[in-house]
C-alpha cells in the first residue's frame, strides 16, 4: 500500500470527538468506527454505573442531499439510535449540510425574538436607550456562534438576522412592521444588525455579505428626497425620540409615510406617483402633502392618526 493510500485509509478510520460536561458527540466518515465509538462509550457507562439516554441520543449524516441508506444504521444496548437532519450542539444547530447554518439563524431569531418581548413599555423609552437595552438584552442571544458560522451565511441568513433589530425597533417607533427598513435606517442614523456585527467581531468580508450590503446600498438610494426634509426641517428637534411622548406615534408614522393614503384621492396605502391627487384640494399629492395642504380637514398633528376624518374645509 502507498503512503497516500495509507494516509486516505488512516483518515477514513478517523474518530473525531468533543465533550463538555455530560454531553458528548463523535463522528467519523464511516459508520463502523462510530459503532465501535458507541459500544466503547456504553461499556464505560456500565463499568461505571452511568446510564446511556439512547431516547436523546440522536446521529446525523452530514451529505449534500437526498436520504440516507438504509444500511445506515447504529445502535446502543441493542435500541436502535435515531437519524435526524439537524441537532444541537453546545447552543449551535448543526444541519445535514453541514455548510448550511440556516436552521441556525433561525433558532437563534426566534430566540432573540422571544428575549426582545422581556422588556417591557418600548414606546415608552427614548431612543438611545432602546438601542442600548437591545445590545445588551437581545444581540447577545442573536449573535452566539457568530464567528464559527458567519463565513457560511447566505444573504437569506443575514436578513434573518438583519431583521431581529428592524422588528424591535419598529415596536419601538411605532410603525408598522411592513414600514421600509431603509428609512428606518435612515431615520436613526445607525447600521444594520450584520453590518455592526460585522465590524465588532472584525468578521470576515465574504461575498454573500457584500452582495448583500450592495443590494442594501441600492435600496437606500431610492429614498426619496423630502424625507430628509421632513426629518431634518419639521421634526428637527427630535422630540419623537425622547421618552415618555404620547405622540411618538404621530410623529413617527408621518416621518415614514406622511398618512399620504388619508390625503390622496386613492384610499390604498401605497407611496407617492405622478399621479397621485389630494382628495381636499385637488393639487398633486406628495408623500407628505399631509404637512402643507391648506384644505386639510385636520386640524392638529395628532388627529392624522386617528381613525375617522374630519369633515372637509368649506372653501373660501
Not at 18 to 36: E, K, T
Not at 222 to 242: E, G, H, K, M, N
Not at 294 to 305: D, E, G, V
Request: aromatic share 14%.
Amino acid at each position: 500500500m502507498s503512503a497516500h493510500g495509507q494516509e486516505e485509509e488512516e483518515e477514513e478510520d478517523a474518530l473525531f470527538l468533543s465533550s463538555y460536561a455530560d454531553d458528548l458527540a463523535f463522528g467519523s466518515r464511516r459508520l463502523a468506527v462510530v459503532q465501535r465509538a458507541i459500544n466503547i462509550v456504553a461499556d464505560y457507562s456500565d463499568t461505571n454505573d452511568l446510564t446511556i439516554n439512547v431516547a436523546k441520543t440522536e446521529v446525523v449524516k452530514f451529505r449534500k442531499g437526498g436520504r440516507i441508506a438504509a444500511t445506515d444504521k447504529l445502535y446502543c444496548r441493542g435500541k436502535q439510535i435515531q437519524f435526524v437532519n439537524s441537532f444541537k450542539y453546545l447552543g449551535v444547530t448543526l444541519s445535514h449540510r453541514l455548510n448550511s447554518f440556516h436552521q441556525h439563524v433561525q433558532a437563534r431569531s426566534t430566540l432573540a425574538t422571544l428575549a426582545s418581548f422581556d422588556i417591557p413599555h418600548l414606546r415608552g423609552l427614548s431612543t438611545a436607550t432602546v438601542l442600548k437595552l437591545f445590545q445588551i438584552k437581545v444581540e447577545p442571544v442573536a449573535s452566539f456562534g457568530i464567528k464559527t458560522i458567519w463565513p457560511y451565511l447566505t444573504a437569506i441568513d443575514y436578513a434573518t438576522l438583519d431583521t431581529i433589530l428592524t422588528s424591535f425597533l419598529k415596536r419601538a417607533l411605532c410603525v408598522h412592521s411592513s414600514s421600509q427598513n431603509r428609512l428606518l435606517y435612515s431615520l436613526l442614523d445607525i447600521d444594520s444588525f450584520v453590518g455592526t456585527l460585522q465590524s465588532k467581531f472584525n468578521l470576515p468580508y465574504t461575498a454573500a455579505f457584500g452582495s448583500y450590503l450592495y443590494e442594501r446600498e441600492m435600496k437606500f438610494l431610492s429614498i426619496a428626497p423630502d424625507f430628509q426634509y421632513v426629518v431634518d426641517t419639521v421634526f428637527w428637534r427630535r422630540r419623537w425620540a425622547l421618552p415618555l411622548q404620547e405622540n411618538r406615534h404621530v410623529y413617527t408614522r408621518i416621518i415614514f409615510h406622511g398618512f399620504h393614503f388619508k390625503f390622496c384621492v386613492n384610499k390604498e396605502y401605497h407611496f407617492a406617483c405622478a399621479q397621485c391627487k389630494c382628495s381636499f384640494c385637488a393639487n398633486y399629492c406628495g408623500q407628505y402633502h399631509s404637512l402643507f395642504c391648506r384644505q386639510s380637514p385636520f386640524q392638529t398633528l395628532p388627529q392624522l392618526a386617528e381613525p375617522a376624518i374630519p369633515a372637509a374645509r368649506s372653501g373660501n
